[in-house]
């Protein structure tokens, strides 16, 4: 689902109802303008022809067609025009049209292409009066009114944008301040919300994450003191169960038949004290106990586990580690948890490893960490499925199928890049996994010269 911004949906939708709604009110304005401005100028065209007719009472003087020059008269300016009883014009203005503006002539107003006229109703003379206004000035005259009145509310537009942008953003700063608050929780940081000033409608939400995080912490805490007592009271019996068959092994002649089982239960006795202790930390890691973020060196715990696990006489497996001159990695996230993980990394290459080829660890420029062991090449499909619990490639090694899983699951709470690979570049044999923390600090170690 793609994610979007409640402020960002809040002004556009505020925007647009307020756009359209100006633009049906500029619309309503300029159809109303243009019909106040057409009626006011026919009232003034009406106006001047009776004005003009009520002051002929007689035949003008001078010869038919006589031009009345005025002067200063333009393209805008009233034409007029005296017509007697035949139709021919007897008078008329210097831009008026030779011919009657039109040639049925009754009283009332008359559209031309380039007039507006009005024909004066007849009074006791002979004559009659034709007063036209030219079309270019009253469509100039509409434009220019219409324009007055809807200009300025397109103009506010983006004044009521920037005012509308204002004031949700201000509206929803207690929403943000929740957000952020809500954000920095983790099994890091439980505390409850402190009182942010919110309004009501969100009262309700912070207290309802205030009692689920209280919830979640009595949760978290309960499952980790279980795991603590569990491990406690599981080790100690099966590390005593442990002691009393290998003193039984003892008091048994070696190579009997006897000595064989003392040693069977001896390994199954082990193998279950693995296992208990893969399913204890598959339990705390199930449980969140990766979300801190804390700094700290990742190389320095990698140094501890691969001096803790780098030789086993018993199967003759050991560690190489290799830094590429890297004395320091400084990652964020909880370092005993990213202990567990680099140990279950480390102690899967070591029981799945061929004997006597050591396990390589690598140390890469970019503070990635890429763990590498020899063995049987895994397909696909069962490489794909590797990081489920109970999951284990083509070996003959006893394990528990939990360490990659526990190693996957810390990996994705610490938002670090867990990849697997078989075989290893170069080879058809191999198992290689790569740990790429986010945004690690490299520092060289010091140079020894």
Not at 377 to 403: I, N, Y
Not at 419 to 438: D, H, K, M, N
Request: glycine fraction near 8%.
């Amino acid at each position: 689902m793609k994610n979007w911004s409640l402020a960002t949906r809040i002004v556009s939708s505020v925007l647009s109802a307020v756009t359209l709604s100006l633009l049906a009110l500029s619309l309503a304005v300029a159809g109303f303008t243009r019909y106040e401005i057409t009626e006011r100028l026919d009232n003034s065209l009406q106006e001047v022809s009776e004005r003009l007719q009520a002051t002929i009472a007689t035949q003008p003087h001078g010869p038919r067609d006589t031009v009345a020059w005025v002067p200063g008269v333009g393209p805008r300016t009233l034409a007029y025009q005296v017509v007697d009883q035949s139709g021919h014009v007897v008078l008329r203005s210097q831009n008026a049209p030779v011919q009657p503006f039109v040639p049925d002539i009754h009283t009332g107003f008359v559209d031309t292409p380039r007039f507006r006229v009005y024909i004066a109703a007849p009074t006791a003379t002979a004559y009659r009066v034709l007063v036209g206004e030219p079309t270019l000035h009253r469509r100039g005259a509409t434009w220019r009114a219409t324009a007055i009145a809807i200009v300025p509310i397109l103009v506010f537009l983006p004044v009521i944008w920037l005012l509308v942008r204002v004031i949700v953003r201000r509206a929803l700063r207690p929403l943000d301040r929740l957000h952020d608050e809500m954000q920095s929780r983790g099994s890091g940081n439980l505390h409850p919300i402190p009182p942010l000033d919110l309004p009501v409608e969100l009262i309700s939400i912070q207290s309802a994450v205030n009692t689920l995080l209280a919830r979640l912490e009595t949760a978290l805490s309960t499952e980790r003191a279980f795991a603590a007592s569990a491990a406690h009271e599981l080790r100690n019996p099966l590390g005593a169960l442990l002691a009393q068959v290998q003193m039984l092994g003892r008091m048994v002649p070696e190579g009997s038949d006897a000595g064989r089982r003392v040693d069977v239960i001896a390994g199954r006795t082990r193998q279950l004290g693995r296992t208990v202790e893969k399913l204890l930390q598959f339990s705390r890691a199930s449980s969140g106990v990766a979300f801190r973020r804390d700094r700290f060196d990742l190389l320095a715990v990698v140094h501890v586990l691969v001096d803790d696990l780098g030789h086993n006489p018993d199967d003759g497996q050991s560690l190489v580690l290799t830094t590429n001159g890297i004395g320091h990695v400084f990652v964020h996230g909880d370092m005993d948890a990213t202990g567990i993980l680099m140990r279950n990394l480390l102690e899967n290459a070591l029981l799945h490893g061929t004997p006597g080829i050591p396990v390589q660890v690598v140390i890469r420029p970019d503070g990635s960490i890429d763990i590498a062991n020899d063995c049987t090449a895994l397909a696909p499909d069962t490489l794909s499925r590797l990081t489920s619990p109970f999951v284990q490639g083509s070996t003959a090694a006893h394990g528990s199928g939990l360490g990659l899983a526990i190693a996957s699951n810390i990996a994705s709470q610490m938002d670090a890049d867990l990849q697997l690979r078989s075989p290893l570049a170069g080879s058809t044999r191999g198992l290689g996994v790569s740990l790429y923390f986010p945004n690690p600090e490299i520092v060289a170690a010091p140079d020894d010269t």
